[in-house]
């Protein structure tokens, strides 16, 4: 695993991060991440020795990383971001990581747990005939409403 003293770099364990403030650092499951598939997006903490005014510093920055291997509940990823603070990687990278790294797994749309996520049976129904005819008849909430201003 890189560090930052020989590498310039490491990453940080958001399990770490997650204990040290649970209510405001949220990460998946245990489960979750101990579960990942190939080409599955996720998000690691990234730490990078930089310096300011002089005097060395470590900066923090969240990256999308795609998981490429899995081996012996160890994952291999390529880097999908351009870090904004440090030079020492690139996008396409290749990141070895653990659990214990991942703080976000990304969510396709087509995931019944995506915020936007839009059932399948809504869009087949919408484009319905029966959905069609039931549309263009008048709801009986609309019939109601129109009595109340004869």
């Given at each position: 695993?890189p560090?930052l003293?020989d590498?310039g770099?490491?990453?940080?364990?958001a399990?770490?991060?997650?204990a040290?403030?649970?209510a405001?650092f949220?990460?998946p499951?245990a489960?979750?991440?101990?579960?990942l598939?190939?080409?599955q997006?996720?998000?690691l903490?990234?730490?990078?020795?930089?310096e300011?005014?002089?005097?060395?510093?470590?900066?923090c920055?969240?990256?999308?990383v795609?998981?490429?291997?899995?081996?012996?509940?160890?994952?291999?990823?390529?880097?999908?971001s351009l870090?904004?603070?440090s030079s020492?990687?690139?996008?396409?990278?290749v990141?070895?990581?653990?659990?214990?790294?991942v703080?976000a797994?990304?969510?396709?749309?087509?995931?019944?747990r995506?915020?936007?996520?839009?059932a399948?049976?809504t869009a087949?129904?919408l484009?319905?005939g029966?959905a069609?005819?039931?549309?263009?008849?008048?709801s009986?909430?609309r019939?109601r409403?129109?009595e109340f201003?004869?």
């Amino acid at each position: 695993m890189p560090t930052l003293e020989d590498d310039g770099w490491e990453l940080e364990s958001a399990e770490e991060r997650h204990a040290a403030a649970p209510a405001t650092f949220h990460i998946p499951s245990a489960q979750e991440r101990r579960s990942l598939g190939l080409g599955q997006m996720v998000k690691l903490l990234f730490l990078f020795m930089n310096e300011e005014n002089g005097k060395p510093i470590i900066d923090c920055e969240r990256m999308w990383v795609t998981v490429t291997a899995e081996t012996h509940g160890r994952y291999t990823g390529r880097l999908e971001s351009l870090p904004s603070t440090s030079s020492v990687l690139q996008v396409g990278h290749v990141v070895e990581f653990g659990p214990e790294h991942v703080s976000a797994i990304q969510i396709s749309r087509t995931d019944p747990r995506h915020p936007d996520y839009a059932a399948p049976t809504t869009a087949a129904a919408l484009s319905s005939g029966a959905a069609n005819a039931q549309a263009s008849s008048p709801s009986p909430i609309r019939r109601r409403w129109w009595e109340f201003w004869r």
